[in-house]
């Protein structure tokens, strides 16, 4: 379970290359599938800044979902999350230009942030890496969109005409990231 800082759970192919499949944020549970599947995990987990998290014995876990109707309808609830969120992943990735993702992207900083003038939260090479592109991609996609009203400069962002913004890359609900779907479930009392 992380309990503080983040995690990319990356795919790595023969040739070494990876993919970042899922980004993890606290409180969430990574390998979970493979706990509850008593199988390989399928991933590796990298943490892209300190971490603090909590190791739980499988075998714990999966006798606790055995015995706790609670607990096992919880993590059923995190799986579902985290189902969703590689869904929309896969959507973004395939529905999408680099330039859509990026834009998309800023405008959810945007909603984040409540100002059009913000910080990017990660260096723009962690950013690509989230949104399945190259840092070379991602320098253009923001070349692309500075006819649409975004600059920036290092991680200084400005859109300064956000509805342009909006209107060139569409952001969608069942794309885009829905904050009530990353945190943890709450137990039901």
């Known amino acids: 379970m992380l309990l503080e800082g983040s995690v990319e759970l990356i795919g790595k192919g023969r040739d070494e290359r990876e993919s970042v499949v899922r980004c993890c944020e ?13 199988m390989p ?25 055995a015995s706790d109707h609670r607990l096992a309808l919880n993590l059923m609830g995190v799986q579902a999350r985290q189902f969703r969120s590689i869904v ?11 330039t859509e993702r990026l834009g998309c992207y800023l405008m959810l900083q945007r909603e984040r942030t409540g100002s059009i003038a913000f910080a990017l939260p990660v260096p723009k090479r962690q950013i690509a890496v989230r949104l399945g592109m190259t840092p070379e991609s991602v320098s253009r996609a923001f070349a692309s969109l500075r006819e ?24 969608d609900p069942l794309i885009d990231l829905d904050d009530r779907e990353r945190s943890f479930p709450e137990a039901d009392t």
């Open 88 to 98: 929309r992943r896969v959507k973004n990735l395939n529905l999408r230009t680099a």
């Open 148 to 171: 649409y009203g975004v600059s920036v400069s290092g991680r200084e962002v400005v859109l300064r005409d956000p509805d342009l913004v909006r209107a060139r890359c569409v952001p």
């Open 41 to 65: 995990c399928l991933l590796g987990a990298l943490a892209v800044e300190p971490v603090k998290v909590l190791t739980i014995s499988s075998q714990t876990v999966r006798e606790g979902v």
């Open 26 to 38: 606290p409180i969430d549970f990574f390998f979970l599938a493979a706990v509850l599947t008593d």
